[in-house]
C-alpha cells in the first residue's frame, strides 16, 4: 500500500474518494523525444494513476462505498503536437477509467474522467497555437466517463 494511503486511513479510518490529479509534462518533439521523457510522463500520469487507484480500491470493494476521480485532458482525445507521451499517458487514463467504471460499478464504486479543459497551471506555458487548438478541439470533445 502506499504511505500516502496509508497515512490517510490511519488518519481517518478509510478513504471515500481518490481523485489522481498528478501531472506533468516532458514535451519534446516525437524524433527529439528521449526514453526518459516518455517514462517520466507516463510513469507520473498513468501508472501513477493504476497504483493509488489500486492502493484505495480493496478497501472501497469492502465497504461497497467509494469514488474515484481521474483528471484528464483534450490531449488524450485529439493529440497535440509535441506531446506525444502525455497524450499517449492522458488517452491510456481514459481507457483505464473506463475499464475501471465497468469492474467496480458492482462494488457500488463509481470511476470517472473529468478534463478541466486547457487552462490550467501545467498548460499556461504553452505556446498560444497550440494552447489555443487544444482548447478548441477538447472542450466539444470531453466527456465524463462512469458506469
Known sequence: MLKMVEAAINEFDKVDILVNNAGIVRDAMLHKMTNEQWDAV???????????TQAVVRRMMERKSGRIVNIISAAGLVGNIGQANYSAAKSAMIGLTKANARELAPYKITVNAIGPGADTPMSRGHPGEAKNHLAAKGASGLHGFSR
Not at 42 to 50: A, D, E, P, V, Y
Request: glycine share 10%; net charge neutral; charged share 0%.
Open 42 to 52: 507516463i510513469n507520473c500520469h498513468l501508472t501513477g494513476t493504476f497504483n493509488c
